[in-house]
């Protein structure tokens, strides 16, 4: 089982920036890439963005491009959500976990406890 430590977020303005991590414990290296779902109230999880543990390669949703940006630490096995300009859509619990996939974006595994992200205007 793949153990994992989220961090980041909390309450922010509408319009601020905050960045997330993801630390995936060392054992568990069978996977190629990491990648972020958020699940706002009332809705389904869905796919934020990912990035190749080792080549770096990156794919996000459509929704938040350009305001979101993933990057990883393949020496710390810890991948990071920066995300700027947030709106209060973007309020959510958010996860992360291994993904795989052509697109990356199919979850591998369980689910953590996930970290809480509110935007207030």
């Known amino acids: 089982q793949v153990q994992r430590i989220e961090s980041g977020g909390g309450l922010v303005r509408a319009g601020e920036s905050v960045t997330l991590s993801c630390k995936v414990s060392?054992?568990?290296?069978?996977?190629?890439?990491l990648g972020w779902f958020r699940q706002a109230p009332g809705k389904g999880r869905e796919f934020v963005a990912a990035?190749?543990?080792?080549?770096?390669?990156?794919n996000y949703a459509d929704s938040i491009w350009s305001r979101f940006i993933i990057s990883r630490d393949k020496t710390k096995n810890t991948a990071y959500l920066q995300m700027t300009n947030l709106k209060p859509g973007d309020t959510a619990l958010y996860y992360c976990?291994?993904?795989?996939?052509?697109?990356?974006?199919?979850?591998?595994?369980?689910w953590g406890q996930g970290i809480q992200v509110t935007v207030f205007s």
């Open positions: 976990g291994p993904v795989g996939g052509l697109t990356m974006s199919t979850p591998l595994g369980s």
């Open positions: 060392e054992e568990n290296e069978n996977f190629l890439a």
């Open positions: 990035v190749g543990r080792i080549d770096g390669k990156t």
